[in-house]
């Protein structure tokens, strides 16, 4: 991604520290965070200073790194793993880093895990960017007729949290077919979920979007089904944390009503899914642990005040409980397609898919 004209990936190698872009400050700062242990790691991602499936992949391969850093022992590396895979269960990808830097770095001598390991987490990092490159690509084939057909509106489209640049290494996964129509001239509008609790839409999508200067609205997460009502939503794209064998798709709690809506209103609705984002081991959405966040996401809410002070606000009162569920499915029957980096496959298809890999 660029920001004020300069390259970055949202983390990255620095000597023996891995650099991460904080994206707890967006977007009224841009901060970069520079990690040493795999500790500060684990709380990097706990705490959501980096989120989105892909990156948090990514994050806990670097994580790895860290640990080994410490200590290579066997015993040492499956701690690290653990605590790694500990931090957030829904997104099959940190699960899945975690797992074959383990294997790939068990069949190296204990001198050698370190450096080895350094580059395993790049190349699932690299490997992450050329995914979504594809799946941009892929995603594009899907708007370029919508565009050609009616050329003098945008393309409108809709998407939930955030599954752009900030959630990968680079690139995004549902926001990937949007910068690839955008980069060629097609016209598109996004219509960004706000996302509550944690506002990834309002404060992740809409920056990123901006920097990249592709028209967006930002729009509250009630907005959608009146938006699709009224002819002006063309498609969904959304990313996924896991995408169960069948084509269930659990993503960003939200997701099942824009997918209800999208159906009752004959809007195709596609998760962008690069291939580590499926757990061919789950037959069903139901078997996925859907993390259950602090009530405090809820209760409160962040903002920059008119001096531009940061602001933490209660939003319900002192008396009322809340609940927080992170992700919910969206059943493989009211999903049009995964956009994925091998082609679109409707999910009963996902075995030709399984296959191929
Ligand atoms: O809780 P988050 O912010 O990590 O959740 C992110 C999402 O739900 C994204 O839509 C998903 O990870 C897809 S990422 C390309």
Known sequence: MKISDQHYRTIWRDAQSVCIIDQTRLPFAFAIARLQTHSQMCHAISSMQVRGAPLIGAAAAYGMVLG?????????????????????????????????????LRAVAVAGRAQAAWALALA?????????QAIGQHGLALIDPLATANPQRAVNILTHCNAGWLATVDGGTALAPVY?????????????DETRPRNQGASLTAWELAQHGVPHTVITDNAGGHLMQHGQVDMVIVGADRVTSNGDVCNKIGTYLKALAAHDQQIPFYAAVPTPTIDWQLAHGTGIAIEMRD???????????????????????????????????????????????????????????????
């Open 68 to 104: 080994c850093q410490q200590q290579a022992d066997d015993q040492t590396l499956l701690m690290v793993a653990e605590q790694l895979i500990a931090t957030r269960p829904t997104a099959v990808n940190l699960a899945w880093a975690v797992q074959r830097m383990l294997q790939q």
């Open 124 to 132: 699932i990092a690299d490997e992450d960017v050329a995914q979504n």
């Open 180 to 192: 690839a129509a955008h980069d060629a001239g097609l016209r598109v509008h996004v219509w960004v």
């Open 295 to 357: 009530a405090d996401e809820v209760a409160y809410m962040q903002g920059q005040d008119d001096q531009g002070q940061i602001q933490r606000l209660r939003v319900i009162p002192h008396e009322s409980p809340a609940l927080n569920p992170a992700f919910d499915v969206t059943p493989a029957r009211l999903v049009t397609g995964l956009i994925t980096e091998r082609g679109i496959f409707q999910p009963q298809q996902l075995h030709t898919l399984e296959a191929s890999l």
